[in-house]
């Protein structure tokens, strides 16, 4: 089992920054990919960015976020992270973690994210 925690949202204006963290406990040694979601209201839930977990991680982003967003992981601290930088108020959303085992799926409560002046 893996649970997830995430943390770090909040309130931003445009062009400002937050970083979220996922902290993840449990069977750690299992999971070979993450992940940040996020879904707006009324809307389909998105994939934002994901790393997927070798010797050399490789990461991927959405088009709408490349050249702001950024994850990344601290394995010693068992956390990724979403650096969020230039946001937009069409970044408005609840984000949520998510941790692939190759038997499981798993997500966290997620945390919300407001862009408004």
């Known amino acids: 089992q893996v649970q997830l925690v995430e943390s770090g949202g909040g309130l931003v204006q445009p062009g400002g920054s937050l970083r979220l963290s996922c902290a993840a406990s449990?069977?750690?040694?299992?999971?070979?990919?993450m992940a940040w979601y996020r879904q707006a209201p009324g809307k389909q839930r998105e994939l934002v960015a994901s790393?997927?977990?070798?010797?050399?991680?490789?990461?991927n982003s959405a088009d709408s976020v490349k050249g702001r967003f950024t994850i990344s992981r601290d394995n010693a601290k068992n956390t990724a992270y979403l650096q969020m930088n230039s946001l937009k108020p069409e970044d408005t959303a609840v984000y949520s973690c998510?941790?692939?085992?190759?038997?499981?799926?798993?997500w966290g409560q997620g945390t919300q994210v407001t862009v408004s002046s």
């Open positions: 998510n941790a692939l085992t190759i038997t499981n799926s798993y």
């Open positions: 790393i997927t977990i070798t010797s050399v991680d490789s990461t």
């Open positions: 449990g069977n750690m040694r299992s999971i070979y990919y």
